[in-house]
């Protein structure tokens, strides 16, 4: 019998400095490890966000040891060493525009990191003029009791490519920290893909997003049936947590087994 794992999502709304969301975050790491979460997950520019980005924005950027990071390390030794995860502005070594990175920080720091494949340069906006396009390089996992997390941002959500990769590199639970763009049926886009990418991936999510007005909220959690677990609305900040069964990954993956019968591959563009 595997032991079960609580995790959360901390929906929240970024502010535009490092040391506001740092102040702003602290209370809900407390929440959710308060309800015996073993990791919080929060939205993508978690770090530094700004309406209608800019570069002023975009020049908010951290290396991935730099303060956003460090801040984030010392909340999980002060929550019993609850796991971090969040989007931020990282330094790109290979360019002047930064990556739109994901990491999940534990009490000894970085563990993983994640930086957007595709860019949302979509329904009018432009996210390349600001960021970078990262390669699509080896998955980037972590292990937090028996479950195996992988991230991806956002806009990658809509590549099943991205989610598929995680999956055969050994995850069992896939974080989407997003900032979900407002508009038509962009709530029924958000819904949909995070549950068929739980249903095909067999596999649990974990997504946070942005509120109202800048997102569309809807933070969820899924079970690899593509069940809600637990979900929030569209506007405030909030957390909530769920329970992950790891007997649920591997009885469903015994009785619809997907990975053996795929005849199809994934080769990447870089």
């Known amino acids: 019998m595997n032991s079960p794992l609580v995790a959360a999502i901390a ?9 506001l969301n740092v102040e702003a975050m602290q209370p809900l790491v ?22 209608g980005l800019g570069s002023s924005w975009s020049g908010r950027y951290e290396p991935l040891d730099g303060p956003f990071v460090q801040a984030l390390s010392t909340m999980s030794s002060r929550h019993g060493g609850i796991v971090v995860v969040a989007g931020m502005l990282a330094k790109n070594r290979e360019g002047e525009k ?3 990175t994901l ?8 563990l993983a990191s994640a930086s957007k494949i595709h860019l949302y340069d979509a329904f009018g906006a432009g996210e390349s003029r600001w960021v970078s396009q990262a390669s699509p390089g080896e998955p980037a996992l972590f ?11 956002c806009y990658d959500l809509r590549f099943p490519e991205v989610s598929r990769r995680l999956v055969e590199a050994g995850a069992t639970t896939l974080i989407v920290p997003a900032q979900w763009v407002p508009g038509a049926h962009k709530v029924l ?22 509120p109202e007005p800048e997102g569309v909220g809807h933070s969820m959690i899924l079970d690899p049936w593509g069940e809600t677990l637990a979900s929030l609305g569209g ?13 649920t990954v591997t009885e469903i993956r015994a009785l619809n087994p997907l990975a053996t019968v795929r005849r199809f591959s994934i080769a990447w563009d870089h």
């Open 11 to 19: 929906q929240y709304a970024p502010l535009a400095t490092t040391e």
């Open 30 to 51: 407390r929440q959710a490890a308060d309800a015996g979460a073993q990791l919080v997950v929060f939205p993508e520019y978690s770090q530094a966000f700004s309406h």
């Open 98 to 100: 930064p990556l739109n």
């Open 103 to 110: 990491v999940a920080v534990g009490p000894s720091g970085l």
């Open 143 to 153: 292990r937090v009791g028996n479950q195996v997390f992988g991230m991806l941002a």
């Open 189 to 210: 886009h958000w819904e949909s893909l995070l549950r068929a990418r739980a249903i095909e991936s067999q596999a649990f999510v974990l997504a946070s997003g942005h």
């Open 235 to 247: 506007q405030g900040h909030a957390v909530t947590h769920a329970t992950l069964e790891m007997d």
